[in-house]
């Protein structure tokens, strides 16, 4: 990918600069109810930035999520049926 045009890339300016971006991105997060919180948006921001696929990485957190949702839902399942 180009540098000049990952928006990322370009937010290298003062300390100002860079919390409005990321300021901006969590309130995007929230707006879209991503449920990412700022550690995991700063980590996807900088694996984009180190030219991974996003399309890619979207798949993986959604793979991720269900996975977790599924676990979560079996062990709720056998602690119920403890008894």
Not at 33 to 53: A, D, F, K, P
């Amino acid at each position: 990918m180009d540098p000049s045009m990952n928006p990322i890339e370009n937010v290298h300016g003062n300390e100002n600069d860079v919390y409005t971006f990321f300021d901006s991105i969590n309130q995007m997060a929230s707006l879209l109810n991503t449920g990412l919180n700022e550690e995991q948006l700063s980590i996807i921001i900088e694996l984009l930035n180190y030219g991974v696929n996003a399309e890619q990485l979207a798949r993986l957190i959604i793979q991720l999520r269900n996975k977790a949702q599924h676990d979560h839902q079996m062990i709720n399942f056998m602690f119920d049926n403890l008894n």
